[in-house]
């Protein structure tokens, strides 16, 4: 399915919501693409998961931010990856550093460049010991898998809204 199709879906969903997040949080290792970026050289084309861009638009074009939490120990080829993607310019936060806490110190980083609340915020990532780290701020998260047609499924308990967008990614 190509981005633009993918996107016009995922907002389509979210106008069915009376609330979306203010601000939208993701990880980026096994969440916004099917790598450790760790692993990967700097020179080479990355890709991310099959219906990643068309979702970050969908939640740009309805005014919800985006933004990046990740502990990758190498923050050079995780950015070096954002632009190639042409998708740096879209995060209003990118906070990529290793770190011993898992993620409350990328939040807080968050929560005072962009001034939205935890409890307006929403995190999506493939790891637990992240999801239970931040949810003790009162961050919405939610908890990716993927299957093994490659496509992001979701665990979600908090987000009803993002777990239907997700629900794309299998049947398309
Ligand atoms: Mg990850």
Known sequence: MGDEKVKNE??????LFQVLPRLVVFDLDYTLWPFYCECRSKNEKPSMYPQAKGILHAFKDKGVNVAIASRSPTPDIANAFLQKL???SMFV????????????EHFQKINRKTAVPYNEMLFFDDENRNIQAVKSLFVNCSKHSVDSNNYITCQSRSNKCYMQILEIHIVS
């Open 93 to 104: 936060a990118q906070e990529i550093f290793s770190s011993w806490t898992h993620k409350t």
């Open 86 to 88: 042409e998708i740096k």
């Open 10 to 15: 995922a907002m389509e969903i979210m106008g």
